[in-house]
């Protein structure tokens, strides 16, 4: 685990209008600036060129999701080549609203691997439904992360963050995020997973986060108690003095 920690603000379908997307990111730029941490905001797409016009300071921009390849008949979406071109370096994949609409494991395996080649981080986010006392959910981790990277040369495992999302602690009717002693188990096991995969040298490269009703209240515990290299932050990243508590 770093000292420097990575917090990403998926900002979801928010907000509305540009110019507020334009007022929320040159708040978290300037917060930033000053931070050691490494903050990755993931507006929706359509404001990612507006953002970048804006100077990234240092932050960075993730998409959220995007199709592979580059141009096509393809009506309704947006590629990773295009956000790649509008400034996203990174790109959150997998995440529990987007498979709820149908995303498959499949397609998921096929959007890390576009990344890669476009040299794009992909954060790629797995989590169990539920979490049941006979451990299945260690399996639904692990089927996910293998769904997804089997078949990745080894050498670009290091490219690759995933982000632990149990979906029972997501948004605003999720029952509880999850207690630290979950969050650092389950890091221990997705690495455990990634070694048996890919080599224990090269899984230990590999940057874990927890995502799930993460707000100023407890982020500090699950960053220096949860066994995590970083944060995906929903609802509490589009306030900015809540954002402004994480991050610091
Ligand atoms: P939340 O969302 O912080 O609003 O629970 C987390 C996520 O979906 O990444």
Redesign the pocket.
């Known amino acids: 685990m770093t000292s420097k920690k990575i917090i990403v603000a ?1 900002w979801k379908m928010n907000p509305l209008t540009g110019k507020e997307a334009v007022a929320l990111f040159k708040k978290v730029k300037s917060l930033a600036g000053k931070n050691k941490n490494t903050v990755i905001v993931a507006p929706p797409m359509l404001y990612l060129e507006a953002i970048k016009r804006m100077g990234l300071g240092k932050v960075k921009l993730a998409s959220q999701g995007g199709v592979i390849g580059d141009t096509g008949a393809q009506t309704g979406m947006v590629s990773l080549a295009m956000v790649k071109k509008v400034g996203a370096s990174h790109a959150i994949l997998g ?1 529990s ?1 987007m498979r709820a609409r149908g995303t498959t494991d499949q397609e998921v395996a096929e959007q890390v691997k576009d990344c890669i080649t476009k040299n794009v981080t992909p954060i790629l986010c797995v989590g169990e439904k539920e979490r049941e006392g006979d451990m299945w959910y260690l399996h639904a981790v692990k089927s996910q992360i293998e769904l997804a990277l089997t078949g990745m040369q080894k050498a670009k495992i290091a490219n690759v963050i995933i982000a632990y ?1 149990p979906i029972w ?3 605003k009717n ?1 029952k509880r995020e999850a207690t630290v002693k979950e969050c650092e188990e389950m890091a221990i096991y997705i690495k455990k997973v990634l070694a048996d995969m890919f080599g224990h040298k090269e899984s230990k490269k590999v940057s874990i986060l927890y ?4 707000d100023e209240k407890n982020a500090h515990v699950f960053l220096e108690q949860g066994g995590v290299d970083g944060l ?5 990243s589009l306030n900015s003095k809540q954002f402004s508590a994480i991050i610091n």
């Open positions: 998926n995440h609203e999302e602690a997501i948004g999720a995502g799930g009703s993460v995906l932050v929903g609802r509490a």
